[in-house]
């Protein structure tokens, strides 16, 4: 299970980030359609990593989305952290892998600014949104959840001022990419403490909205 | 049930208004591929929103939508009329939460003309479009249906000259935001009198079309 | 079902012929641009409208479709006529109605020349690759019948020299749109021809290839 | 079965190389649009290429997936070896076919450079990744499958610096086209090794990954 949301969280970081390099190589400066492609190449390839890894893993590749399980207690805090743990490794090992498909060295900082209420909103919003989508359609068509988190995070690219990290390990992960996707390590506490508030406040919600019975009002 | 439809209807005006906004930003001036990118990031939005909330309230996010479960006795009116407010609140908080994510002031009123016949007609057929495909994936394959209207309204972004509100809420609410998706106050009564009557078309054309008898004729 | 027919095949062409004009007219004259548009608003348009008339007249939409439903004997050649007739009729009407959404009027002739053994060649291509994934699809999973149809068609505007017809009445029906989606009546013909001589490979094909029995050869 | 490989494999290519042409030619120098428009016509048509002959021969179209199956003990090796034999000649027919849609001669060599250990590290990556999509998709959700591999190619024409060929009977034919999709000759043995070695690591990985019990750690 561990190797598995490793090797998913990697794939992911190589999708966002490999996606950004080439976007920005091709796109001459247009960075809308750099934007579009990175969005669909997110989106679509987040959707096939959940379908890979989610009969194993359940394929978080979050630490929001295991700290969501962990307080429903549908998984234990010891391997909750144990997650977490790996998640961040991963996401740094597919920053790596992408670099190298590039040409580029392993790591270096960015110098992406990305500060500033209305993006810390963004990512309250964008991590509230994402854990709710992934409660609810694993509620009601739960076979339906990698197409709804892949159809999730391709709007939230550009509905959110911040292109929606909405995932803590992700954010860590891309302060070491001097690319489109970077995020300075400065601006990464900020982010981070956004998707935690509101990853709490759509576990809360959820909590409340999903189990109640269902009545009128 | 209420609290779904209102965050349902907020986060699809978010998606709406928020993705118009980064698209007109990044786009410079490129309209075609700022639609392309606000009609992809609705559908899949939609999609995922009706994934989410469909369990919970049966995801309308649409007086019209409520509109044809009320006439086809599936709801109470009583219901219907709450539903209706909720999603009109619900869609005004969407664009002061979009327009927050991108330091915006909560409200101001749209400058955008949208009006006269072929935009009338637009959104007649929109919406009478948007109902009948609800209503007949909803017969023939249920589980498919947030894709059905993910995929119609991407569709629609494009092939209607009003780029297919069809949605009374969604329109009262744009009339409050100065950017891409906005339309002028004074316009919208005609958008809605027009998607009304769209409605009420496809309500009789599909009441007669999904219930007579299977048959040669 | 010929309402359900009728009234699916004009929205097609409504989707087909208005997201054209949309393109066109907001992309400035790059027509990658206007294709990838009008790829993605037909092929989501088609899925939700595959999805929303199935059930009634399982959305053929289309007379090569509905030829190969009468040749494995699913339909009487009667009905098959019917329907036949019906979808031109319903082609045509939605082309008028694409027309008044953009202030057009009803019909005008196309001066776009589409014509030539590569463009023949590509009908033919397209046509058989269209009719050979309805069948194998309604084969082994004939839920997804409606994605595989809308994927294809987006994959066939790009894939063939001809951006992919692949249907009589659609073909007829856009010689009366002096626009993005036109061809000139004098090429209808030709487009009509190719694609009856690929329909029927891919139905004699389809008969050898998915009903013979199951071994290594 | 080996029919429907051929054919399969055949309109795969066509599929690549026509799209690929097709967004050379209108794109007008612009590559980001060019591979947008190229990406998103062979996500979709692979899509839709593995739900039409999936239920006949698997739809592997592919001589490392027929070698993963071999190795999994689920084909002979006689058959594998006959796959690969028909993927390959079909694979070049289909290069054949859409130059033949495009007015091009059936055959000339690539001059397009694709070398150097990003490229190959690509290659690996993207070939490792395919298989263990397959196979874990296969595994939770197999009915998600071809959506699974479309969703997948998309993504990885944009995440890898090679544009993601990731199988060898694609990379020894796409040395016959002078267009968009081409590879020179004398670059393809590094390709399909560098594909041979990512297959063979995920054989592997998969065989440990899906196949040990479900436990913790």
Same mark, same amino acid.
């Not at 670099?99 to 509230?128: D, I, K, N, Y």
């Not at 197409?147 to 509905?159: L, N, Q, R, S």
């Not at 990290?165 to 900020?190: K, M, Q, S």
């Given at each position: 299970?561990?190797?598995? !949301?490793?090797?998913?969280?990697? $794939?992911? %970081?190589?999708?966002?980030?490999?996606?950004?390099?080439? @976007?920005?190589?091709?796109?001459?400066? #247009?960075?809308? %359609?750099?934007? =579009?492609? #990175? *969005?669909? &190449?997110?989106? *679509?390839?987040?959707?096939?990593?959940?379908?890979?890894?989610?009969? %194993?893993?359940?394929?978080?590749? #979050?630490?929001?989305?295991?700290? @969501? !399980? +962990?307080? !429903?207690?549908?998984?234990?805090?010891?391997? +909750?952290?144990?997650?977490?743990?790996?998640?961040?490794?991963?996401?740094?090992?597919?920053?790596?892998?992408?670099?190298?498909?590039?040409?580029?060295?392993?790591?270096?900082?960015?110098?992406?600014?990305?500060?500033?209420?209305?993006?810390?909103?963004?990512? @309250?919003?964008?991590?509230?949104? =994402?854990?709710? *989508?992934?409660?609810?359609?694993?509620?009601?068509?739960? &076979?339906?959840?990698?197409?709804?988190?892949? +159809?999730?995070?391709?709007?939230?690219?550009? $509905?959110?001022?911040?292109?929606?990290? &909405? #995932?803590? @390990?992700?954010?860590?992960?891309?302060?070491?990419?001097?690319?489109? *996707?970077?995020?300075?390590?400065?601006? &990464?506490?900020?982010?981070?403490?956004?998707? %935690? =508030?509101?990853?709490?406040?759509?576990?809360?919600?959820?909590?409340?909205?999903?189990?109640?019975?269902? !009545?009128?009002?």
């Amino acid at each position: 299970m561990l190797v598995s !949301e490793a090797l998913g969280t990697a $794939f992911l %970081l190589a999708v966002v980030v490999g996606s950004g390099i080439m @976007a920005e190589r091709l796109s001459g400066g #247009n960075v809308a %359609l750099a934007l =579009l492609a #990175n *969005a669909l &190449a997110t989106g *679509a390839g987040l959707t096939a990593l959940i379908l890979t890894f989610g009969g %194993l893993s359940g394929a978080h590749f #979050n630490p929001v989305v295991t700290l @969501a !399980e +962990a307080m !429903e207690g549908r998984m234990t805090w010891r391997l +909750a952290t144990a997650y977490g743990v790996v998640q961040i490794c991963g996401a740094f090992a597919g920053v790596a892998a992408a670099h190298a498909m590039f040409g580029l060295q392993a790591f270096s900082p960015s110098m992406h600014v990305r500060s500033g209420w209305p993006q810390w909103w963004s990512e @309250a919003v964008a991590t509230a949104g =994402l854990l709710l *989508a992934i409660r609810g359609t694993s509620r009601s068509q739960p &076979a339906a959840t990698p197409f709804a988190v892949g +159809a999730y995070i391709t709007a939230a690219y550009w $509905f959110t001022a911040s292109t929606s990290f &909405a #995932n803590p @390990a992700v954010t860590f992960a891309r302060t070491l990419t001097p690319t489109f *996707a970077g995020i300075r390590p400065v601006d &990464a506490p900020g982010f981070v403490a956004a998707e %935690l =508030l509101g990853a709490i406040a759509a576990i809360l919600m959820g909590r409340w909205l999903f189990v109640k019975p269902f !009545e009128e009002s």
